[in-house]
């Protein structure tokens, strides 16, 4: 599996960015894909996921802001990130994780929340 993500930029606080994820590859076999940021100096942590089956997760910084969604045909989740704040900035990176457990990241797209 392969993953190209998207969908980056500057933005003002309180505005909004939508970032894209697609894969490719052996697609069939994702389970869980999801979304996580790096800020500068702090280490990568869980934004939003959502699995085959179930319903998505959203860590507490982010839950009624950003939602996280997954179109199976196209093969790309996506993340909106609405009502942004400075602190939002970081670079985020896509993940899918197959059924084997065997994980795979994007390789990061840069959000800057700045006036």
């Known amino acids: 599996v392969q993953l190209q993500a998207s969908g980056g930029g500057l933005v003002q606080p309180g505005g909004s960015l939508r970032l894209s994820c697609a894969a490719s590859g052996s697609v069939f076999r994702i389970i869980t894909m999801g979304w996580y940021r790096q800020a500068p100096g702090k280490q990568r942590e869980l934004v939003a996921v959502i699995t085959t089956g179930g319903g998505p997760n959203y860590a507490d910084t982010v839950k009624g802001r950003f939602t996280i969604s997954r179109d199976i045909i196209e093969n790309t989740v996506y993340l909106k990130m609405n009502s942004l704040k400075p602190e939002d900035t970081a670079v985020y990176y896509c993940?899918?994780?197959?059924?084997?457990?065997?994980?795979?990241w994007g390789q990061g797209t840069q959000v800057t929340v700045s006036s």
């Open positions: 993940k899918a994780v197959n059924r084997l457990g065997s994980a795979v």
